[in-house]
């Protein structure tokens, strides 16, 4: 049963420490929310990818101990990393509901996000994996090694590796992790971005701009 970082976090307080990728993430919410051009279809899909990715991250710490238990179950008898995976499908979903196809406010909105997709490959990942994993292999040795010979990295199988453990799905586990946060946030940035012509300062002057595009 094994996951990376965000599966399996250090002491409680690294998780409150604000660091420069915190800072990073909550500038570039920021600027996603500010700049957003919803428009009712694809803010409908990206909402729905949204809740898709929220609903897999409880699946994946309804089945989690962090750093206790080599877990194996659930969503991570399909990827070792279901969380990260959840992550990155919340990021489609917000930058989807908060661009369009139709103003260079909602492309510059996708153009960003696409930059933030590449950004969470390129960087994030590979420096959290590089981070974790030997860590990962300290607690659970040859059980780490076990697991990665049968379950992606990233991407899922879709059918899933039985490795023997009975473990089942615990909404004790889900609010030990404090995982509900998740949903609160991923709705109240949805309601932001949906909100955002009414609110946001950039609005009236990229309307103004796109009304003046030929």
Do not use: C
């Not at 990942?125 to 049968?150: I, S, T, V």
Request: aromatic share 14%; glycine share 6%; net charge positive.
């Amino acid at each position: 049963m094994a996951s990376t970082s965000q599966d399996y976090a250090d002491h409680p307080r690294s998780r409150q420490k604000l660091t420069w990728r915190k800072l990073a993430v909550y500038a570039s919410a920021l600027v996603m929310l500010a700049f957003a051009d919803p428009r009712p279809l694809t803010f409908l899909i990206g909402a729905g990818l949204s809740a898709l990715a929220w609903l897999l991250r409880v699946w994946a710490f309804g089945h989690l101990e962090k750093n206790r238990i080599m877990v194996t179950t659930g969503p991570y008898a399909h990827t070792r990393n279901p969380a990260y995976l959840g992550s990155f499908v919340a990021l489609i979903g917000v930058a989807l509901a908060a661009g369009n196809a139709e103003t260079m406010r909602g492309q510059g909105v996708w153009a960003f996000g696409t930059f933030l997709v590449a950004a969470f490959f390129v960087v994030y990942l590979p420096r959290k994996f590089h981070k974790e994993y030997p860590r990962l292999k300290e607690l659970f040795g040859e059980q780490l090694d076990r697991h990665a010979e049968n379950v992606p990295n990233f991407w899922p199988r879709i059918t899933p590796w039985r490795s023997g453990d009975n473990r089942r799905f615990s909404w004790q586990r889900v609010t030990a992790n404090t995982e509900w946060s998740w949903a609160i946030v991923l709705t109240l940035v949805l309601v932001g971005i949906w909100t955002a012509p009414m609110w946001s300062p950039f609005a009236v002057d990229l309307a103004s701009a796109d009304a003046t595009t030929p």
